[in-house]
């Protein structure tokens, strides 16, 4: 059974840093490309980052380059994702997914994800 858990979610104000956890048993990480999606209240899921089985591509939303980073750590089993220099755009529920599949076009479409998280909220005030 695969589960994915997702914490260090919480309240920072604008400025400020916050790194996302996401724990996975059932799977290995280092052999799934992994995801961070986000969603604001009103509005549709959107792509943060990922980082890809193998070779750990890492690829971003523009709105977060220069400002999130994403992780792997092959021997904790768990992604990351570095969150700095958050904005009050930022708040929103934070989710992992992981994508099992050998080859991927688009790791921004939520449908390459099999297995997904229930969220870690992420609030920044100005």
């Known amino acids: 059974q695969v589960n994915v858990v997702e914490s260090g979610g919480g309240s920072v104000q604008a400025g400020g840093s916050l790194r996302l956890s996401c724990a996975a048993s059932g799977l290995t990480v280092s052999r799934c490309s992994m995801g961070w999606f986000r969603q604001a209240p009103g509005q549709e899921r959107q792509f943060v980052a990922a980082i890809t089985r193998g070779d750990s591509r890492t690829y971003y939303a523009d709105s977060v380059k220069g400002r999130f980073a994403i992780s792997r750590d092959k021997v904790k089993n768990a992604v990351y994702l570095q969150m700095n220099s958050l904005k009050p755009e930022d708040t929103a529920v934070y989710y992992c997914?992981?994508?099992?599949?050998?080859?991927?076009?688009?790791?921004?479409?939520?449908?390459?994800?099999?297995?997904w998280g229930q969220g870690t909220q992420v609030s920044v005030s100005s």
């Open positions: 997914a992981a994508d099992t599949s050998v080859y991927t076009l688009n790791y921004g479409r939520e449908s390459v994800y099999d297995y």
